[in-house]
């Protein structure tokens, strides 16, 4: 009954669902021709919800922490680590009062995906009540690469397209994969480049197939004595390598959404560089190596300073007030220290105002409307 005529084009939509449609298609080059079902991906759920996660004023909250970095995290402050204290700690910040003004999307971690605010509500139905997209962290960890001592790939590429199914059931649109480059004597090595844009472009593939929107994140390392040109040189490299494998590999990157370090030079680097001179060389490595079609970039902070990161942001928007791309945040660290240190020493209140000062801030650096001086 589904199948009228032998025709290459698509031949009759037989279901659709809010993440894509299934179609029947002539699959030619099998002799003989036979129908086979594929998976058309909503391009439409994609951009639209890409660009409402970089909607004006708003930007991600990394809480995507795995277990042993959230422990190490608590312990840090003094505290204890277990389930119910990491669910305690996360579910009082997405509880912090109108933060949906400066939080479009929070990236959790497979456990907290499925936990529950403290009224039982789980967090991801919370989150998406308020207006927060749920996302997931979906790669398994970085590991260390064959052959390259010092380097590592991320993992996770196994069952990924089921996972992703169970985590739009669970409430995520979208999803994060970090890549990590390490900046060193003879580092990153061709191999680290190609595996990891590689695993990059593919785990944006599936995401998309499934309806999540992908971040890709290729973040190159602060730690090191490089200098800043170093890390320009080194991010166009990991840049230029990921989008031609996402290209090879088919990804829409209108329904994508990119997540980079900016141009710093090392933490060991006895050559500093200006607050303004991070920002142009940022944005020119990015106009450079970064498609224009792309909705948008969030950046992450990489263990930089809670101001620098907003003053960072700040600028560029205020430098280039027409760029390709949103430029946001997809902070983790300089969104949480305060709010962190506030949570084992002072009140749950307490760790939500220094939370909601961190999201402020950076919602007045995606126009360029930060200053130093709104910090005191
Ligand atoms: P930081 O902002 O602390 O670098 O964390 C962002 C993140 O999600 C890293 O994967």
Redo the contacts with the bound molecule.
Sequence with gaps: MWLQAQDSSLVQSISSDIRHDYTWRWLENTKPARPVRVVIMDTALLEKNAMKIVSPGRGIL?A?ESTGTMSNRLQGVGLESSEEARRAYRANLFATPNCQSAISGV?LYDETIRQTMDDGVPISEYLSSVDIFPGIKVDTGAKQLANCEGEKITEGLDGLRERCVEYFALGARFA?W?AVIAIGEGMPSDACISTNAHALARYAAICQEQGLVPII?P?VLMDGNHDATRCFDVTAEILSATFAACEEQGVHIPGALLKPNMIIAGKGSEVQISREEVAALTLKCLRENVPHDLPGIVF????QSDEDATAHLNLMNEIDSNPPWQLSY?????LQAAALNKWASETPEASQQAFSHRAKMNSLARSGDWSATMEN
């Design positions: 990394a995507d990236i994060k970090r994140e973040e992450l902070s990489g263990g997809s902070y983790g660290r300089a």
